[in-house]
């Protein structure tokens, strides 16, 4: 994908990735994690939708206003 370098260093952003998982390993481990408090799954959310606000959801991700995770709550 495209990135913007220029956003990324005016904002000081890190970009981390990963390249594929192994979801029958991964995910058990990762939930034991969130699980005993050693990973902050909260502080990765920084924006909630309704499921009624998705379309600005969908504009704010275009501007580049949402850094971390937006989540869509049913």
């Known amino acids: 994908m495209p990135i ?7 904002r000081g952003i890190r970009l981390t990735g ?4 192994r979801v029958r390993t991964d995910m058990p481990e990762l ?12 502080a990765a959310v920084s924006r ?3 499921l009624s606000d998705i379309n600005e959801a969908y504009r704010a991700m275009e ?3 949402i850094i971390g995770r937006a989540i869509i709550v049913l």
Do not use: F, N, P, W
């Not at 990963?18 to 998982?21: E, I, K, L, P, V």
């Open 4 to 10: 913007e370098i220029l956003r990324l260093v005016r």
């Open 18 to 21: 990963s390249y594929g998982c």
């Open 31 to 42: 939930l034991k994690l969130a699980a005993a408090g050693a990973v902050d799954l909260r």
């Open 48 to 50: 909630r939708y309704r």
């Open 63 to 65: 501007r580049g206003e």
